[in-house]
């Protein structure tokens, strides 16, 4: 007798022969093609087969298991009509001009690895859903259909793991359990299994041949056990264990859709601030318009000797590809003052905050600034990538930059290494540079106000320090006033402004800032929509004649 054991889902006792249940894998090759349209046609195509087949599933599930437990199709179909999960196959079928197959895999890639990284267990198994309407896409675009569980006789239905659309179809008078390898207890599968009362395993560690092909096996699934060619067994009570709330379904697709316009027709960009790309996931939730701070200094941090080229590169490639076309702004390495990597080997320093940090460690060690910048031109490629240069406080720094930059790509073009011309901007977070803004406008795409520096420097406060949290003011006249001469400066040399320092999620105000002509609010992702209900609110010129007197912001 060999016994394995696994997590139970469903309690009960199943007696039968073991059927092992082997998925074709798909195999998708990434083919260049000329024709993105023919492609793009051809993904379109196989969705509407798709959406056809999850509202047949959707019935056939509705009278077996009920409309709870049905809605998982329900949710299979909305997500294969996201809009974030269609323009990011647009995406790269159209910018790398690749096959439908492709771009649905690396789509499915992405996303569930987004989804895969978060904490919250039910946002973990949409990335068991991604992967099964991707599966079925690829099915559809091959020429064939989703897999079928398909058995003559009833049997214990062995596998390495079955999706939701497989679980439905299983004929229930047919499967006496089923026993997998992977899974978990709160995936939709799962749910079914204990709605339609099969006594079902998962995470159990058993092989996939002939050793258990076929064999006579019990399953326990009041203790998590199956038994290949058992002794004995006796029979347990059932346990029905507590069903799984469906009630998020449209968890991500309830925050879409609507657009950051004041009641005057005044159009906001307002986008995420992230830290690495485990926080995509919270991006997409919160339907943010892009991506105003990705903290590339994580990448080091996180690491224990330099990032190469190749690390860095599939990260932000990443970033932007799952993005689908939305801007996403990479913060060029900030290192420093209160973030220290110690394979920097960095000095220390009296005062770090006004130290050897950021700008001032790419420009003095150009290597490590060099294939930062390689990876992020070569990733730019995949989407709408655009770079932002920290802690600027002279003209000189901006053009010396602007000459490395056309080193890497020269160097690039040499190598005959394909990369893009995304745009280029600077952080304003120190007094020197709103000072200069309006000549460093003149240089630059955009600027981006990093209101935590700006803040500190401005009022000569250490925002580390807990003794001068009496003393830290970000709503001092003289910040408030540098915000606005620096959105000024901006319009006047045609380029957009935006602040994503944390005063930028401040709801107090957003109002203010409405007013003084800010473009762009990227914030925390939790943010996001409460700022978007002020913006929606607001009418930006009768607050300005409401609130200032003679046109002053201030």
Request: proline letters at 3%.
């Amino acid at each position: 007798m060999q016994i394995y054991s696994g997590k139970s889902v469903f309690s009960g006792i199943a007696i039968g022969k073991i059927c092992v249940y082997q998925k074709s894998e798909q195999q998708v090759k990434r083919v260049r093609t000329e024709d993105s349209e023919k492609e793009w046609a051809r993904y379109n195509e196989a969705k509407e087969k798709a959406l056809d087949q999850l509202r047949g599933l959707y019935e056939k599930a509705l009278k077996e298991v009920g409309e709870a437990n049905a809605a998982i199709f329900e949710v299979h179909q909305m997500m294969l009509e996201d809009d974030d999960y269609n323009e990011s196959i647009e995406n790269i079928i159209r910018t790398q001009k690749v096959n439908a197959e492709y771009a649905v895999a690396s789509t499915s890639d992405n996303f569930s690895t987004m989804f895969s990284s978060m904490d919250d267990d039910y946002m973990k198994e949409r990335a068991a859903d991604v992967k099964d309407i991707s599966e079925r896409i690829l099915s559809l675009l091959a020429g064939g259909e989703k897999g079928k569980v398909v058995t003559d006789e009833p049997v214990i239905i062995v596998a390495d793991d079955l999706a939701p659309s497989e679980t439905v179809q299983l004929e229930k008078d047919k499967v006496l359990s089923f026993v997998t390898v992977h899974g978990s207890v709160n995936s939709h599968t799962a749910i079914l299994a204990r709605t339609m009362a099969i006594p079902a395993l998962i995470g159990t560690e058993m092989p996939l041949d002939e050793r258990v092909d076929g064999k006579f096996a019990v399953v326990d699934g009041v203790n998590g056990k199956i038994y290949v060619e058992p002794d004995e067994e006796t029979l347990a009570e059932l346990k029905e264990r507590q069903r799984e709330e469906l009630e998020k379904k449209e968890l991500l697709l309830q925050l879409k859709g609507k657009e950051n316009i004041t009641l005057d027709g005044k159009k906001i960009m307002l986008y995420a601030n992230i830290g690495n790309i485990k926080d995509l996931a919270t991006v997409v939730q919160n339907d943010a318009g892009g991506i105003g701070l990705f903290r590339s200094e994580f990448i080091y941090l996180e690491k224990e000797d330099y990032p190469t080229e190749e690390e860095q590169f599939k990260i932000y490639k990443t970033a932007v590809e799952t993005m689908a076309g939305k801007r996403v702004i990479i913060r060029t390495l900030d290192i420093g003052a209160d973030k220290q990597c110690d394979y920097f080997k960095m000095e220390k320093e009296e005062n770090p905050a006004l130290g050897y940090r950021a700008i001032r460690i790419c420009l003095t060690q150009t290597e490590i600034f060099k294939t930062q910048l390689r990876a992020l031109f070569r990733a730019s490629v995949y989407g709408n990538l655009a770079i932002m240069y920290p802690m600027i406080t002279s003209l000189w720094e901006v053009k010396r930059i602007k000459e490395i930059v056309e080193e890497v790509k020269a160097e690039l073009t040499a190598e005959e290494i394909e990369f893009g011309n995304p745009q280029q901007g600077i952080m304003i977070e120190t007094p020197a540079a709103v000072m200069v803004s309006g000549e460093l406008a003149k240089e630059v795409d955009f600027f981006s106000i990093g209101t935590n520096d700006l803040t500190q420097y401005t009022l000569a406060i250490d925002r580390q320090n807990p003794k001068l949290d009496l003393f830290y003011n970000a709503h001092h006249p003289a910040v408030l006033s540098m915000i606005k001469m620096t959105v000024e400066n901006a319009h006047k040399a045609g380029i957009w402004a935006g602040i994503c320092g944390e005063l930028g999620a401040d709801t107090s105000l957003t109002k203010d800032f409405l007013a003084m002509g800010v473009d762009e609010l990227s914030v925390s992702p939790g943010s996001i929509l409460p700022i978007r209900k002020i913006i929606l609110e607001t009418n930006v010129e009768e607050y300005k004649r409401g609130n200032y007197a003679d046109g002053e912001t201030l």
